[in-house]
Protein backbone atom coordinates (compact mmCIF):
# COMPACT_ATOMS: atom_id res chain seq x y z
CA UNK A 1 0.00 0.00 0.00
CA UNK A 2 1.97 3.17 -1.27
CA UNK A 3 1.94 5.95 1.67
CA UNK A 4 2.49 9.87 1.36
CA UNK A 5 5.08 10.98 3.82
CA UNK A 6 4.45 14.83 4.87
CA UNK A 7 7.29 16.74 6.47
CA UNK A 8 6.43 19.66 8.64
CA UNK A 9 9.02 21.96 10.22
CA UNK A 10 8.68 25.41 12.12
CA UNK A 11 9.70 28.50 10.49
CA UNK A 12 13.50 29.56 11.39
CA UNK A 13 12.34 32.53 12.80
CA UNK A 14 9.80 30.86 15.40
CA UNK A 15 11.54 29.46 18.07
CA UNK A 16 11.93 25.49 18.83
CA UNK A 17 12.22 24.41 22.95
CA UNK A 18 11.83 21.15 22.09
CA UNK A 19 14.66 21.81 19.86
CA UNK A 20 16.85 23.57 22.31
CA UNK A 21 15.83 20.73 25.07
CA UNK A 22 17.42 18.45 22.88
CA UNK A 23 20.02 19.81 21.80
CA UNK A 24 21.00 21.26 25.38
CA UNK A 25 20.89 17.69 26.08
CA UNK A 26 22.85 16.29 23.77
CA UNK A 27 26.14 16.87 25.48
CA UNK A 28 25.26 15.47 28.26
CA UNK A 29 25.07 11.74 26.32
CA UNK A 30 27.79 12.13 25.16
CA UNK A 31 26.84 13.50 21.29
CA UNK A 32 29.04 16.46 21.27
CA UNK A 33 29.19 16.89 17.09
CA UNK A 34 26.02 18.92 16.88
CA UNK A 35 25.44 22.71 17.80
CA UNK A 36 21.56 22.89 16.59
CA UNK A 37 18.09 21.20 16.60
CA UNK A 38 14.85 21.73 14.97
CA UNK A 39 12.45 18.91 15.59
CA UNK A 40 9.49 19.03 13.40
CA UNK A 41 6.46 17.05 12.66
CA UNK A 42 5.71 13.63 10.03
CA UNK A 43 2.87 12.35 8.60
CA UNK A 44 2.12 9.32 7.36
CA UNK A 45 -0.85 9.19 4.54
CA UNK A 46 -1.82 5.81 3.54
CA UNK A 47 -3.85 5.48 0.22
CA UNK A 48 -5.95 2.86 -1.53
CA UNK A 49 -5.02 2.47 -4.82
CA UNK A 50 -2.58 4.16 -6.95
CA UNK A 51 -1.28 7.54 -6.19
CA UNK A 52 -1.89 9.64 -9.08
CA UNK A 53 -1.85 13.50 -9.80
CA UNK A 54 -4.31 14.50 -8.14
CA UNK A 55 -3.95 12.31 -5.30
CA UNK A 56 -0.62 13.95 -4.26
CA UNK A 57 -2.32 17.28 -5.17
CA UNK A 58 -4.56 16.28 -2.54
CA UNK A 59 -2.29 15.54 0.36
CA UNK A 60 -0.55 18.64 -0.35
CA UNK A 61 -3.60 20.80 0.17
CA UNK A 62 -3.81 18.64 3.54
CA UNK A 63 -0.32 19.61 4.40
CA UNK A 64 -1.05 23.34 3.82
CA UNK A 65 -4.24 23.85 5.14
CA UNK A 66 -4.72 21.00 7.96
CA UNK A 67 -1.27 19.20 9.05
CA UNK A 68 0.47 22.80 9.00
CA UNK A 69 0.49 25.94 11.04
CA UNK A 70 0.88 28.31 8.14
CA UNK A 71 1.59 30.80 10.25
CA UNK A 72 4.58 28.89 12.18
CA UNK A 73 5.15 26.29 10.02
CA UNK A 74 6.61 25.48 6.65
CA UNK A 75 5.67 22.26 4.73
CA UNK A 76 9.23 20.71 3.66
CA UNK A 77 8.63 17.51 1.88
CA UNK A 78 5.71 16.15 0.62
CA UNK A 79 6.82 12.56 -1.04
CA UNK A 80 5.37 9.01 -2.30
CA UNK A 81 7.30 5.96 -0.71
CA UNK A 82 6.48 2.51 -1.86
CA UNK A 83 6.69 0.24 0.67
Do not use: Y
Request: glycine share 8%; proline share 7%.
Amino acid sequence: MPRIVVDVMPKPEILDPQGKAIVGALPRLGFDAFSGVRQGKRFELNVDGEVTDAVLQQAREAAETLLSNPVIEDVVNVQVVED
